[in-house]
């Protein structure tokens, strides 16, 4: 009787043991199946910024990448060269025929945009298009359109574009006045014509003042050069002219402009004009096709230059030197020697200051400018002018 219950039992194992078999292989089937018809998305979705998630360098380029393009410029130059070899040759023997090198050859310059709008307007550098015959963009998904030249600034080095296209993927502006030191930032852009880059690193300092854009200015001629830039070590080349600098959340702080190297690839910094100035700048040019530039009327020196009895207790400020009969300053009252401490509540303690707070104001506007005079502080309400001494805006032409 007990040998009948056990081989009973085993008979009813060996069925279950079967079923479950030819279930599992009927369920791996169907799935597969399943799959291969309906293959899913391999791109992460955008997860939403909130208090409980944190940013990461993953959702900084996911937001930026499409919204960063390549930047080709072609350019008529006649070679530098021939006025050192054929000039000779055309002094003895006749002027050189159409197709010697004095004829102006077709020269390709490339570097980066920034699209901040969906209907088409594109931030980059004025050296990336200055003097362009021809500019084409090439978006992320390589469609290239042709762009045309809005309007650009020499002396801040920022230029704005406008492809036709609607509906694009662009940045939003951040703030760079609260971009701090050691904070966490991206480069996008295009290097060595490598679409599509990005870089890390963090800001390194803030308002640093460099010659690159008084160089080319002494060497183009113009106004005065407005240098502030944010201070990074995220890895920029050349190409990258033009491109973003994001913060965590993928937004605009900074356009990527130079770095500092003595071999002419990246060796350690790089520098962006703060997005403030940027946005500013592309703002005047879109409304009124001309940066409408703010002028107070004189000149400074910082304190720590300007302290003759070496008297280190009080290093902070800009003194007045000189000022422009008439100007916005000397309306206000203020005179030769006073220190000027804080412009709308931010100190201002070197040129990099200064030029970053007023590079982002236009005549008409009025500031609070507070000011030392013979050991009291005082504030005076200053009225803007422009470089004419007039406090109206000129429309040149409207987009």
Do not use: C
């Amino acid at each position: 009787m007990n040998k009948k219950i056990l081989l009973f039992s085993l008979i009813i194992i060996l069925i279950s043991v079967s079923v479950s078999l030819f279930s599992v292989r009927i369920f791996a089937k169907t799935t597969q199946h399943t799959l291969s018809e309906n293959p899913q998305p391999r791109t992460p979705a955008v997860r939403p910024m909130s208090s409980g998630n944190l940013p990461s360098f993953e959702d900084a380029a996911e937001r930026s990448i499409n919204a960063v393009v390549h930047v080709k410029s072609e350019f008529l130059v006649r070679p530098r060269f021939y006025d050192d070899y054929f000039g000779f040759f055309e002094h003895f023997f006749g002027r050189p025929s159409a197709r010697s090198p004095r004829s102006p050859q077709r020269v390709e310059g490339f570097g980066s945009g920034v699209v901040i709008s969906p209907d088409g307007y594109i931030i980059t550098n004025n050296h990336v298009i200055q003097g362009a015959e021809r500019i084409e963009i090439t978006f992320n998904n390589r469609r290239t359109l042709p762009a045309t030249i809005v309007g650009s600034d020499p002396s801040t080095d920022i230029a704005l574009l406008r492809v036709d296209a609607q509906n694009l993927n662009y940045l939003t502006f951040g703030n760079s006045d609260e971009v701090r030191v050691g904070q966490w930032v991206l480069a996008v852009g295009n290097p060595f014509n490598l679409n599509s880059t990005v870089t890390a690193g963090i800001v390194s300092a803030k308002a640093r003042n460099i010659p690159i854009i008084s160089r080319r200015m002494a060497a183009i001629g113009g106004g005065p050069p407005i240098e502030s830039f944010i201070q990074t070590d995220a890895a920029v080349n050349r190409g990258n002219s033009g491109g973003a600098l994001v913060n965590l959340y993928g937004e605009l702080i900074g356009i990527n402009t130079a770095i500092a190297t003595p071999s002419g690839a990246f060796s350690g910094y790089s520098f962006a004009v703060p997005v403030n100035t940027a946005r500013k700048v592309s703002e005047d040019l879109r409304t009124f096709g001309e940066v409408q530039r703010a002028f107070l009327g004189l000149l400074f020196v910082p304190m720590y230059q300007a302290n003759e009895d070496n008297n280190f207790n009080n290093m902070d400020g800009l003194r007045i030197e000189r000022i422009t009969p008439g100007g916005a300053v000397e309306v206000a009252g203020l005179r030769v020697g006073d220190i000027m401490m804080e412009i709308n509540g931010r100190p201002i303690n070197t040129g990099g200051d200064f030029f970053e707070i007023i590079g982002q104001l236009r005549p008409g506007e009025t500031i609070q400018l507070t000011y030392m005079r013979n050991g009291r502080t005082s504030m005076a309400e200053v009225l803007l002018q422009d470089n004419e001494g007039g406090t109206e805006r000129r429309v040149v032409k409207e987009w």
